[in-house]
């Protein structure tokens, strides 16, 4: 894997951010699993044990907006969001409030109603522009649009509104990582962590240093592990080594990744470097070894199929290779690698 993809799919796995990653996942997976039990009777459903009290206080009092707010959070609760969507409206009608406004864009993006919800939060943002929710939302809500220039000038505004605020600069860092603008991506996560200097904002920088072969990142992970107080240590060690792997600094990546091997036998990205490490050394047999090890800790990371194929390739032993190619390419079949590899074992 590409030094660059290799961090940004760490990031990935090391964070959850408050909206940006999280939401997209939510909106999307809880939009294709709703659509049968939408799709039944409003009235049925409504009229139901469930929501029958709350169904009969809204005609007893029609104009109460927190009775249409507590049912529609109840139908998104039972994964009844087209249904909870009608509720949602009355409610913001009735009482158009930012708590309000905030989960009725959720909704809105649950039943994959992006335009929507864009026009409901600039509406908005028109009355309540401080508001770092509304601002982070329809940055959110470009990006799952497909539009994220509309989306990093969204963050761009709130900046201007709001420097101070670390979680701008964080998503805005993110998104332009994932568009590989890095330049870009590591100035807005400076600025993070320079306003707030943090365990996931520092990882999320320290990850692209480590990217861009930039010494910075052993002074960055060094203040990380003298501050940690969440258990981050070996995620840091694991930069650290990664760096001094991709900068030949060979005896100090080994020292990073057997430090986090003794401190988690599990880590199987650890052994995946260690082993890589040993496989540029030209100790195949040790690096197989290694590899080995990772793929029986994880046996679904591609990776650790992959460089054993490499090293049984390098060894003269094809059919042991082509089995561990072709392992790597089930388990991806976007490894394009592990596709070659196979073609080569075949010929």
Known sequence: MPAFEKYITQMKKWFSLPGLLLMGVLCWACSCNSGTKDKESAEKVLSSPLYAGLTDSIKQFPQNHELYLQRAVLLSQNNRHEIAMADYKK????????????????????????????????????????NPDL????????????????????????????????????????????????????????????????????????????????????????DLIRKDTSGIINDVLYLKGSFYSDTKQYDKAMQMFNECISRDW??????????????DLKKYDSALKVFTMA?????????????????????????????????????????????????????
């Not at 409610?91 to 109603?113: D, G």
């Open 135 to 222: 601002h982070r939302r329809l940055g959110e809500a470009y990006t799952q649009m497909g539009e994220p220039q509309k989306a990093i000038s969204q963050y761009n505004e709130w900046a201007q509104q709001d420097s101070l605020n670390f979680e701008v600069w964080y998503e805005k860092g993110v998104l332009l990582a994932q568009l590989k603008d890095t330049p870009a991506a590591i100035e807005a996560l400076e600025q993070s962590y320079k306003v707030q200097p943090i365990n996931y904002n520092g990882l999320a920088l320290a990850s692209l240093y480590a990217a861009t072969l930039n010494p910075k990142v052993i002074t960055l992970c060094d």
């Open 266 to 279: 599990k880590f199987a990205d650890a052994y995946i470097e260690k082993g890589i490490v040993l496989h």
């Open 295 to 347: 793929a029986t800790v994880q046996n679904t990371n591609p990776d650790a199929w992959y460089w054993m194929a490499r090293c049984y390739e390098v060894l003269g032993k094809k059919d042991l290779a082509l089995v561990n190619y072709q392992r790597a390419a089930a388990i991806d079949k976007n490894f394009e690698e592990a596709r070659e590899g196979i073609e080569r074992m075949k010929k």
């Open 91 to 130: 409610a913001w009608e009735l009482k158009p409030e930012e708590h309000i406004a905030l989960q009725y864009v959720s909704n809105l993006m649950l039943i994959n109603r992006p335009e929507e919800a864009i026009s409901l939060l600039k509406e908005s943002l028109a009355k309540w522009p401080a």
